[in-house]
T-cell receptor
Framework: GAVVSQHPSWVICKSGTSVKIECRSL??????MFWYRQFPKQSLMLMAT?????????EQGVEKDKFLINHASLTLSTLTVTSAHPEDSSFYIC??????????????FGPGTRLTVL | KQEVTQIPAALSVPEGENLVLNCSFT??????LQWFRQDPGKGLTSLLL?????REQTSGRLNASLDKSSGRSTLYIAASQPGDSATYLC???????????FGKGITLSVRP
């Protein structure tokens, strides 16, 4: 149980275009999902917290107009990188927080999406 | 602000050795601590989760301990194997909004 998927697993796009990444909790409902980015040989940095039915909370230094987050259902959150630039190239990972009594507050991570902007 | 430190950044050991990976954090007011494994170019695999009220968790050859008051956790790997080679990340959850703060990870190489 507690599987999180991401789609696509990798994407290459041209500079100036927008890219949407989906994060789904497959076998549990997640009122809260998180979006991270990871640069090569670096750790994960939290970008934003996505709450179902409300606006996302962005970390300091993350542009909310550039990284649009939508959490329209209890199993799906999307991250849209708008007007992508080469410096946005990174590994984007989402996680979903479990609220079950068995794994309360545990975060389950997706497999990540490799974004390359040319 | 919570800070998580993992030292050393890299470790190379011969197969069969028992080893300990260390993690320290600055704010002891945590909800839980998780150890993850990350293979190159892949996502995170959760290894062990220790709630703040617990002192250790075990799964197979892995044992994780938590000393909240001193801000430390260790991941013990028994009888290491080449397949254990990966980056091991420690993360702590603080605050009511369940944010995770990650360490930079320890890249482990187990030599056959």
């Amino acid at each position: 149980g507690a599987v999180v998927s991401q789609h696509p697993s990798w994407v290459i796009c041209k500079s100036g275009t927008s890219v949407k990444i989906e994060c789904r909790s497959l076998d549990f409902q997640a009122t809260t999902m998180f979006w991270y980015r990871q640069f090569p040989k670096q750790s994960l940095m939290l970008m934003a917290t996505s709450n179902e039915g409300s606006k996302a909370t962005y970390e300091q230094g993350v542009e909310k107009d550039k990284f649009l987050i939508n959490h329209a259902s209890l199993t799906l959150s999307t991250l849209t990188v708008t007007s992508a630039h080469p410096e946005d190239s990174s590994f984007y990972i989402c996680s979903a927080r479990s609220t079950s009594s068995y794994s309360y507050n545990e975060q389950f991570f997706g497999p990540g999406t490799r974004l390359t902007v040319l | 602000k919570q800070e998580v430190t993992q030292i050393p950044a890299a470790l190379s050991v011969p197969e069969g050795e028992n080893l300990v990976l260390n993690c320290s954090f600055t704010d002891s007011a945590i909800y839980n601590l998780q150890w993850f494994r990350q293979d190159p170019g892949k996502g995170l695999t959760s290894l062990l989760l220790i709630q703040s009220s617990q002192r250790e968790q075990t799964s197979g050859r892995l044992n994780a301990s938590l000393d909240k008051s001193s801000g430390r956790s260790t991941l013990y790997i028994a009888a290491s194997q080449p397949g254990d080679s990966a980056t091991y990340l420690c993360a702590v959850m603080t605050g009511a909004n369940s944010k995770l703060t990650f360490g930079k990870g320890i890249t482990l190489s187990v030599r056959p």
